[in-house]
């Protein structure tokens, strides 16, 4: 009887810390300060993936970990707005940062 082979640990540390699957969305997608008003000071993000429990996306400037914004996604005329905070910022060789975050 064989074992299963172990996942590379990058693949495991990542099925461990999310709750619920990812799933991709090509959609308008915004975050800001949690103090801001001003929907000029919204920063363009792209390539959302949403899950449950948190989103990812690419930005050009980097975000520091543990820090709390305001997202806003819409789907036409819908809209869904929440607090998140981020988990995770990697810089990608296209010099783009992927951030991942929480839903708080």
């Known amino acids: ?3 299963p082979l172990p996942l590379p640990a ?3 540390q990542a099925a461990n810390r999310r709750r619920s699957a990812r799933r991709p969305y090509i959609i308008e997608a915004w975050i800001s300060s ?3 008003r001003r929907t000029e000071n919204r920063l363009a993000v792209t390539s ?3 899950s449950k429990h948190g989103v990812a996306f690419r930005l050009e400037t980097a975000l520091a970990i543990r820090a709390y914004h305001v997202i806003e996604i819409g789907w036409g ?3 869904l707005i929440s607090e998140i905070r981020t988990v995770s910022c990697r810089r990608q ?3 783009i940062y992927e951030i991942g975050a ?3």
């Open 93 to 95: 060789p296209d010099a």
């Open 1 to 3: 009887m064989s074992l």
């Open 48 to 50: 959302v993936n949403l």
């Open 102 to 104: 929480e839903f708080c």
């Open 10 to 12: 990058a693949v495991d």
């Open 77 to 79: 005329d819908q809209r």
């Open 34 to 36: 949690p103090t801001s």
